[in-house]
């Protein structure tokens, strides 16, 4: 039976010194499970099995989330379009996890009414319309944030005034549910530390240990100084989204690819310049394909495109082609906005790592109707693999892979006792334990008190929730860190040694991008800003910068922003 005694155990704050001891213990005992990528499947895999008692390390190359669970649309949804597709089980399975998400981690999962409108040009037609909107609310087994309501062409017109008229013969509200994908993601992995993971970012999987007898763990390099551990583990996970190929390359270079990655981007622009009231999902006029102009406090971003790629993930980014296309579908709805490149203040760029479809005669299906559903296999090597699949969904992936897992470890007899998943149930961190209103009341009389700037106010709220208390405590000890780090954007100066301590944020670009938001929020990309941020993180107790290093922090984000500006 293994012996979980020397497993690492939760630390108290999810730092800087917690990923150092836990990169020490990676190699001094077997792990029951090692888990490769630090997205919101790797890290929802890591924080179940974790919670069962199973023994789990996880390690991801770069910062959690660093790829495409911060590059996402932001929505936690059903997935209204796959009605059309006829994925009614998705759907309904997005719409229950949709729901769990609101009740435990309403901090971070918001309710989001959204705008459907209906145009003479429109292949949905009112009627249509309406028979969906009943679809989805029953798959939802009404028990939605609230009912959709249809519109006639005056009521469009009320909810959103600076839309089109042309053409307009109604619409529908309906509900779905917006998320800071790179929060969320980074709450499940602190949640997988609070459970006795061993997680560790900036951590790259270099090859893998195998035998006879098939896969017996993985070479580790520590991204910050150099060093190779061997991790020995009797299952391990792949669970890298759009990497997944390359890494099960890395094991039997002789597989064939299981996924059909696709390109999205997202576009930011201030809010004003486009003139949406709230969420709309509508049809490009270029292509058809079902698109979001979605409003994020003073900013919108419109997406998003849905393209073939093969290039490395980590390359990919918005061509002035993607920004065209994106602003020419945003210009339809909003006319009068006559957005050009020029408004765009950064774009997002992530790759989708979905299932490639089986080989028909014929043309396959386009990328946009290529399935989100999701798929767990074990390689001839003995890696196990999980690809496809949707952020919403991320739970349910992750409880099932666990499940796979198990099943292995127990056919090889070296499982022991191993409880019960407890995900479905366990509120995410920082999930307030009063009533969402008394805990919105409170932080918004501490923010008086203190005189914060009024934008910081749900910003703090939604991005900590409980928190927040942390924040707030800092800003009465130091009044100075109340004081926003850009004019007219919500992050507070407090927030910066919150999020080293507390949220594990290793590097500047983890902190401006996605910690904070500044690096899509402002013209320059918070390189302004950057130089006083690494030295504030400098002063920050276990990150051990010197001038050297804060200047080559201050270099790479730089360039950081270069790459996404440039296009």
Request: charged letters at 25%; a neutral charge; aromatic letters at 8%.
């Amino acid at each position: 039976m293994p012996d979980r005694r020397d497993a690492p155990g939760a630390l108290p704050d999810f730092s800087p010194a917690a990923r150092e001891r836990h990169w020490w213990v990676l190699d001094r005992r077997v792990w029951d499970l090692l888990v490769i990528g630090g997205g919101i499947t790797g890290t929802g895999i890591a924080r179940d099995a974790a919670g069962r008692g199973l023994s789990t390390a996880l390690v991801e190359a770069g910062d959690w989330a660093e790829g495409t669970s911060s590059r996402s649309s932001r929505l936690v949804h059903g997935g209204l379009r796959y009605l059309e597709t006829g994925d009614f089980r998705l759907v309904f399975e997005a719409l229950a996890e949709r729901r769990r998400l609101l009740e435990l981690a309403p901090h971070l999962v918001r309710p989001l009414p959204f705008l459907f409108p209906v145009f003479r040009k429109s292949s949905v037609g009112v009627h249509r319309l309406r028979a969906g909107m009943w679809l989805y609310d029953a798959l939802s087994l009404f028990r939605g944030v609230r009912r959709h309501r249809m519109l006639r062409r005056g009521a469009v017109a009320e909810v959103e005034p600076r839309l089109t008229r042309e053409g307009v013969l109604g619409g529908a509200v309906y509900y779905d549910a917006s998320v800071d994908d790179a929060r969320l993601t980074l709450m499940v992995a602190r949640g997988a530390h609070e459970a006795g993971a061993a997680t560790v970012p900036h951590a790259e999987v270099l090859g893998f240990m195998q035998d006879e007898g098939g896969m017996r763990g993985a070479r580790v390099r520590d991204c910050f100084t150099g060093e190779v551990k061997e991790v020995r583990a009797r299952v391990v996970v792949n669970a890298t989204g759009p990497w997944c190929d390359t890494l099960r390359r890395l094991a039997d270079p002789g597989v064939r690819p299981r996924l059909r990655p696709t390109k999205g981007v997202h576009v930011v622009l201030r809010r004003e310049r486009v003139g949406n009231a709230g969420a709309i999902i509508f049809r490009s006029p270029l292509d058809g394909r079902v698109m979001f102009v979605l409003p994020w406090g003073d900013f919108t971003y419109v997406g998003t495109t849905d393209t073939d790629y093969e290039g490395p993930p980590a390359r990919a980014s918005a061509s002035r082609a993607d920004v065209d296309y994106l602003l020419a579908s945003a210009n339809d709805l909003f006319p009068e906005a006559k957005l050009v490149p020029r408004d765009v203040l950064s774009t997002w760029t992530g790759v989708r790592p979905l299932l490639a479809p089986q080989a028909t005669a014929g043309a396959g299906p386009s990328e946009s109707s290529t399935s989100r559903e999701h798929e767990i296999w074990r390689d001839r090597s003995g890696l196990v693999n999980v690809g496809g699949g949707k952020l919403t969904t991320y739970r349910v992936m992750a409880t099932q892979t666990v499940d796979f897992a198990v099943r292995l470890l127990r056919a090889s007899g070296g499982a022991g006792e191993i409880g019960d998943a407890l995900t479905a149930d366990l509120p995410l961190p920082g999930t307030p334990a009063e009533p969402w209103e008394a805990f919105e009341a409170r932080i918004r009389g501490a923010a008086r008190a203190l005189a914060l700037p009024e934008a910081a106010v749900p910003h703090l709220m939604h991005a900590y929730g409980e928190d927040a208390d942390t924040i707030l405590a800092a800003v009465r000890e130091d009044r100075g860190l109340g004081a926003p780090i850009v004019p007219g954007l919500p992050y507070l100066w407090a927030e910066v040694p919150h999020v080293v301590a507390k949220e594990m944020g290793m590097t500047l670009e983890d902190v401006l991008r996605r910690r904070l938001h500044v690096f899509y929020e402002t013209a320059d990309g918070g390189v302004g800003v950057a130089r006083e941020v690494a030295e504030r993180m400098a002063a920050v107790p276990g990150i051990g910068w010197d001038e050297a290093e804060i200047d080559r922090q201050v270099e790479a984000y730089r360039q950081a922003v270069e790459e996404t500006r440039g296009s």
